[in-house]
């Protein structure tokens, strides 16, 4: 059964600090894997898709990799900005015939100004 | 473009009551999921749909039913409400299983 684990659950940072994200899973055999924000009380909005034949996929100031022989990704977010606060969250799209997207439980980001 | 849309937002229902939360998507993908999320549990997969005419059991399917009768839609009833099913309910949607998902706004469901 694919399990995927975020660490840090929360993390606090100061305005302008470059900063990772951690997102772990048990089953190597992906097609993808996905990375999200959600912001209070609202729905998930898709950051980046990463593909499992891909070693990083880079957005703006956010740069996703893919280890999938490891079974990790990182997010890593450039100069930091109070806007960025949220909840990010990465899901792994399962091989095989489930084809089931499994989400991790998320790292609440708090960027201070 | 109005890319996932959920009806309604929000829903407050009696024990033992039914209801059906409507899932619609416009951009012609096969893909479709049902989500609950609770605090410290993170997103779980309810049922999902590789295509028209198919449903499939994901981690928590007890409790729920699925249709999708049209490629468009994807609904998910509760035919006797549990307050354990208070809970935000998601849906999303993909193309393929290569391409991305996308969520709709979800609904808020409280069951007293």
């Known amino acids: 059964k694919q399990e995927v684990t975020q660490i840090p659950a929360a993390l606090s940072v100061p305005e302008g600090e470059n900063l990772v994200l951690n997102c772990s899973f048990t089953?190597?055999?992906?097609?993808?894997l996905q990375w999200f924000r959600q912001d209070p009380g609202k729905g998930l909005t898709s950051l980046l898709l990463i593909q499992s034949s891909q070693r990083e996929q880079t957005s703006g100031r956010l740069n996703a990799s893919l280890d999938k022989s490891s079974g990790r990704s990182t997010l890593y977010i450039a100069a930091s900005q109070p806007g960025d606060s949220a909840t990010y969250l990465c899901a792994v799209r399962s091989g095989g015939a489930t084809n089931k997207l499994i989400f991790g439980t998320g790292t609440l980001l708090a960027v201070q100004p | 473009n109005a890319g996932v849309t959920q009806t309604p937002k929000f829903r407050v229902l009696k024990t033992g009551q039914s209801m059906t939360l409507l899932c619609a998507q416009d951009?012609?993908?096969?893909?479709m999921y049902w989500y609950r999320q609770d605090p410290g549990m993170g997103l779980r997969l309810i049922h999902y749909s590789v295509g028209e005419g198919t449903t499939a059991k994901g981690e928590v399917p007890d409790g729920y039913n699925v249709s999708r009768l049209k490629k468009q839609n994807f609904l998910l009833g509760l035919e006797s409400a549990a307050p354990s099913q208070t809970s935000v309910y998601f849906c999303?949607?993909?193309?393929?299983?290569?391409?991305?998902?996308?969520f709709g706004q979800g609904t808020r469901l409280t069951v007293v």
């Open positions: 089953d190597s055999a992906i097609y993808n």
């Open positions: 999303a949607s993909s193309l393929t299983i290569n391409t991305e998902a996308f």
């Open positions: 951009m012609n993908h096969e893909y």
